[in-house]
């Protein structure tokens, strides 16, 4: 199982985190005690390279961190980052510096032990960083004190305060601290921080009036041109521009990219208020910076006698203001040296030479001094309020020392040497330390203490320091013995004391191979670090750090708030010889090693991948120097001496307990036993491995690696095992859940639709109940009884009726109505009728119309009157019953123009005889015309035709009577047609004699021919009989027909 967990940094690093050993292959180990190959500084290196090519920038050796510059953002030191690391044990988690913070913190607070994180590393290495990400970790984590909470913010804005100060762009490194800073944190009895104080160490102070090429002064100049207000500037007679100030621009470098002086400006003035600086304060301290700018920029000239004048007036009249000092005393002061010869003070003008040393003398002491007084100023605001408290006996001190690494430089001066020496002295309490703890662990653990080989770099830290035969003593000497000293002197003494030491050469003890590559006025330390040449030039100067006195008097006379505290009259008839520089560093230097040794240390060392301050750049030659000279490799001697792992009992159980059945899962007996019972179940041989009072030593990285292989292959089982247990808890949780849930929401809708139901069957048996009462008392009047009944009744037979019409006109059934509403439905049939008609008129052909038309007629004739009317409804009237051919052209002729409406076959009976013949019957627009084969028999023009006589019975005969007054006419004509009703109807139609067919019972008399009758007697029969009676009648027996 690849046990990785990985975070996406905004800047898009990948930050990876491996865990425990798991990943080793491709991220090395994050322990070198576990490196196989623990001798080997190539398999150090390549473990770090591995590491560094990740972004794992962190690797232990045992207790210690070792930390690698990434030179970027890695997005590390996030509020999670810390949460991560808060409480839980140093090496379950990758390393972290907040894994050092937390555990460091942790025995702060659980033993009340006062802890030190020592951080050292070259200049660049990230010492300052690191000191200010453990500040940061212990102000967001630390609960907050009762009172004063705002300790914490002084605590870190001390931080840019300092580096303004303190802090310079070098070759190295663009914000390197030019001086050593411890500074203590201290923690009330709940661990919350409650106070601090700062120790500084030997301000780089030579930096002020000289830069080397490529770097630039202490930030806060910078800071205060580019970023100051233009009316502070001008009062403190400032310009803007770098370039104008001799002090800033030795370095030929005030501007630089990678700095924002404007923003960092920003920051340190926000910084000044936090920690108790009043506006006066500020304003003071920063015409202490002008002052030195202004310093800098005094010219001399020399007057007949080569004596020094002050020729930049203006220069002069700015520092008179700004330092508060007499104008005329601080011009003599700088061209002028008191000199107190047999009691007697007398003045000796400066040459040139010694006006600008005097000058720049002035200058680095006003900026030292300022300094010094600043860190007591911070100290001042950051001590605990609670000082005099009872509580103040508990409190705890965590200690963080961030010092300036050992430098080695193209030139390497004074400082050098007290700084490369500074780094002796603590290589020497890291070993003697480290080595200490090893050793006491193992008596602890009783187990034997193999002794190991290391280098004591003890025998360098002598060469400098010791008394009367140290580097410094000398140096002390030549400084003090009256007579001309000088810094060849100095070497010359130095060679003379020291010798045949083993560590130090200079030309004349050199050989004559190494004598090339030395200097006559140089001399080389063997450092444990590697060899650096300092150059002597300027030795004792520094270290004598001497102020002309008048200087020092002016400066005691001034009024300045913070120039009177640094230059104390005291100083003046103090008749001792202060402590030289080198003996003071010395000093401080013990007194911090005292310090340092009273507190439980824990160690950061921080290494530089690369000098071009470039991310991703490992140069494997600058490593190997440093991991060298930080002594990493004698530290992992010392600790894999004899075992290269080693675990409480509880942690290492706690950590393999899956391997064994018998302490999985737990373990009910000592640890110890657990452990031994584990480890003989795990096969380790007796040689592998020791038992300590509390924890178990492991010899070989492979027996823990082996270990840690074997239970990667049970947590793999172990993990599917837990995981389909907890799939299967999960899942029914969540079966559980989802049935609860349905269960509810049955019930739920259970009890709607039960309420429902109960609801509509109230209203039911309400209903019903109503509608019984109004049925019983329907016929009374409309009462609130009956009125529910009665509307229903209403309304259903209206809804009814809808679905019951009549579907067409000869429909004749309609739903009887309560009787309430007949009236109303009476009207309602009537208008569906009606509407059933218009419907059906609107909808009939023209050819139909005529049709029922002619029905109608018929049926106004002849209904109820004649009886074979009936037989003549389902049949249809035909337009004609002849077609044109079937009809005489010589009649057709005959007719002319007159158009025929109607022509049908029939029988005329002789007005005499009553001989039956057969003719044809046509109607025109004006008369009927009876035709006899190609002859008009007979025309009778409409307005002849008096009337038409038919029998009520079923035969089919009819008379058309003509008028008699008309002789040309032969009397009425009796035929016979098959389709009597409708030749009937079409000549009333035609003729428009409607009103003048006469239905007769019996018989019909019809004038026969100039004044004679004739009679038709018409009698029912059983079959159609027309003959001639004996009484001269024409006798017809009609069938009678069913329907009569
Ligand atoms: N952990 C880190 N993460 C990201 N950048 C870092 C880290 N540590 C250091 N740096 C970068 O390296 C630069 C130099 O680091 P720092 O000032 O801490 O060095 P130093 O060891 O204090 O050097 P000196 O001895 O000169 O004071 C920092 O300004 C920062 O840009
Ligand atoms: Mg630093």
Redesign the pocket.
């Known amino acids: 199982m690849r046990y990785r967990a990985s975070a996406l940094g905004s800047d898009g690093v990948r930050v990876t985190m491996e865990s425990a050993l798991t990943a080793r292959d491709r991220v090395g180990v994050q322990d070198f005690v576990l490196l196989e190959n623990f001798t080997s500084e190539a398999a150090f290196i390549e473990n770090l390279r591995r590491r560094f090519r990740e972004n794992l920038?962190y690797t232990y050796i045992g207790p210690v961190l070792v930390?690698v510059?990434?030179?970027?953002?890695?997005q590390?030191?996030s509020r999670q980052h810390m949460e991560r690391y808060r409480g839980v044990s140093f090496y379950e988690v990758p390393p972290h510096?907040f894994a050092v913070a937390d555990t460091v913190y942790r025995a702060l607070r659980t033993e009340r032990r006062d802890q030190a994180v020592m951080?050292s590393?070259?200049?660049?290495?990230?010492?300052?960083?690191?000191?200010?990400?453990l500040l940061q970790f212990y102000a967001e984590t630390c609960p907050a004190p009762e009172r004063g909470g705002a300790v914490r913010d002084r605590l870190l804005q001390s931080n840019p305060v300092l580096e303004a100060f303190g802090?310079a762009k070098?070759l190295?490194?663009?914000?390197?601290?030019?001086f050593g800073k411890y500074m203590d944190v201290q923690f009330d009895f709940k661990g919350a921080p409650v106070g601090g104080h700062i120790l500084s160490y030997l301000l780089e102070k030579s930096r002020v009036v000289h830069q080397n090429h490529g770097e630039r002064n202490f930030h806060i100049f910078y800071q205060l041109l580019e970023g100051g207000e233009e009316e502070l500037l001008r009062r403190l007679g400032l310009e803007r521009n770098p370039q104008s100030y001799l002090y800033l621009v030795k370095g030929q470098c005030a501007k630089v990219s990678s700095i924002n002086d404007k923003s960092d400006w920003k920051v340190v003035r926000k910084a000044l208020t936090v920690i108790d600086f009043t506006e006066d304060e500020v304003e003071d301290l920063l015409s202490i910076v002008a002052s030195v700018l202004h310093l800098g920029n005094i010219h001399f000239a020399a007057d007949e006698e080569s004596n020094a004048q002050v020729t930049t007036e203006n220069q002069l009249k700015y520092l008179t203001r700004l330092l508060s000092v007499e104008g005329s005393t601080l011009r003599e002061a700088l061209t002028h040296r008191k000199i107190i010869a047999k009691g007697e003070e007398l003045l000796s003008p400066l040459n040139l030479e010694q006006a600008a040393y005097a000058r720049d003398a002035l200058a680095k002491a006003v900026y030292s001094r300022t300094f010094t007084w600043l860190v007591e100023k911070i100290n001042r605001s950051l001590a605990s309020k609670d000082a005099e408290s009872p509580s103040w006996r508990s409190t705890t001190v965590l200690g963080l020392l961030?010092?300036?690494?050992f430098?080695v430089f193209q030139h390497n001066s004074f400082e050098q040497f007290c700084i490369n020496y500074c780094n002796e002295k603590l290589q020497q309490l890291f070993i003697e330390l480290t080595l200490k703890s090893e050793q006491e662990e193992y008596e602890a653990e009783g187990i034997a203490w193999e002794p190991v080989q290391y280098f004591n770099n003890k025998i360098i830290c002598d060469l400098v320091e010791e008394k009367f035969k140290g580097i410094i003593s000398i140096l002390d000497e030549e400084c003090l013995r009256p007579g001309e000293a000088t810094d060849l002197t100095f070497l010359e003494k130095l060679e003379d004391t020291v010798k045949h030491h083993p560590h130090l050469l200079t030309h004349k003890l050199a050989d004559q191979r190494t004598r090339k590559s030395l200097g006559r006025g140089e001399f080389r330390l063997l450092h444990y670090a590697g060899e650096v040449t300092y150059s002597v030039t300027g030795f004792l100067d520094k270290n004598n750090d001497l102020l002309f006195r008048n200087l020092k008097e002016t400066m005691c006379s001034s009024e300045s708030p913070i120039m009177s505290q640094c230059f104390d009259r005291s100083e003046l008839s103090d008749k001792k010889r202060p402590e030289t520089v080198a003996t003071q560093f010395k000093m401080s230097l013990l007194q911090l090693v005292e310090i340092l040794k009273s507190k439980e240390p824990a160690y950061v060392r921080?290494i530089?991948p690369n000098d071009a301050?470039q991310p991703g750049r490992f140069d494997e030659v600058l490593i190997r120097h440093q991991v060298k000279y930080l002594g990493l490799m004698e530290n992992l001697r010392v600790r894999r001496a004899g075992f290269a792992y080693r675990r409480k009992y509880e942690v290492f159980l706690q950590r393999y307990k899956s391997l064994c059945p018998e302490t999985w899962p737990t373990w009910a007996g000592r640890p110890q036993d657990g452990v031994a019972v584990l480890v003989r179940h795990l096969g380790y041989k007796p040689e592998e491995y020791k038992m300590g009072r509390t924890k178990i030593f492991i010899r070989f990285p492979k027996t823990l690696f082996a270990t840690e292989d074997a239970l990667e292959v049970r947590r793999q089982s172990l993990a599917t095992k837990i995981q389909a247990a907890w799939r299967g808890f999960h899942w029914r949780q969540k079966f559980l859940r989802v049935k609860r849930s349905a269960i509810c929401i049955q019930s739920w809708w259970r009890g709607t639709l039960g309420r429902r139901k109960a609801a509509k069957r109230k209203w039911a048996a309400q209903t019903i109940r109503r509608l019984i009462r109004g049925f019983i008392l329907r016929h009374a009047p409309r009462c609130p009884e009956n009125a529910f009944f009665l509307d229903h009744v209403r309304t259903s037979f209206l809804l009814n009726l809808r679905r019951q019409l009549p579907r067409n006109v000869l429909d004749t059934s309609w739903p009887t109505p309560p009787p309430a509403l007949r009236e109303a439905s009476e009207l309602l049939r009537e208008l569906c009728v009606k509407n059933m008609v218009w419907k059906y008129c609107r909808s009939i052909s023209p050819e139909w119309k005529q049709q029922l038309q002619q029905k109608a007629v018929a049926s106004e004739i002849f209904k109820g009157k004649k009886d074979n009317y009936p037989q003549s409804v389902p049949r249809l009237f035909i337009s004609t019953r002849l077609g044109t051919d079937e009809i005489s052209p010589k009649v057709l002729q005959a007719l002319g123009s007159e158009p025929i409406q109607y022509a049908v076959p029939v029988v005329k009976y002789d007005r005499k005889g009553y001989k039956p013949r057969s003719r044809q019957l046509l109607l025109t627009p004006n008369a009927v015309v009876i035709v006899e084969d190609a002859k008009v028999k007979q025309r009778i023009d409409y307005a002849n035709l008096t009337g038409i006589s038919v029998s009520s019975l079923s035969d089919s005969l009819f008379v058309l009577h003509v008028q008699r007054e008309d002789n040309k006419q032969k009397g009425d004509v009796v035929l016979q047609s098959d389709h009597v009703i409708e030749t009937l109807t079409k000549v009333a139609l035609s003729a428009d004699r409607v009103n003048n067919i006469n239905i007769n019972q019996g018989s019909i008399t019809f004038a026969g021919g100039p004044g004679r009758d004739g009679v038709i007697d018409f009698t029912p029969g059983s079959e159609l009989l027309i003959t001639k009676a004996k009484n001269g009648h024409l006798a017809v027996v009609a069938p009678r027909l069913n329907s009569r």
């Not at 961030?402 to 690494?405: K, L, Q, R, T």
């Open positions: 920038i930390s510059n990434p030179y970027r953002d890695l590390i030191y510096l951080i590393g070259e200049s660049g290495a990230g010492k300052t960083e690191a000191t200010k990400r802090n070098t190295r490194n663009d914000n390197s601290s030019r961030d010092i300036y690494g430098e921080c530089k301050k």
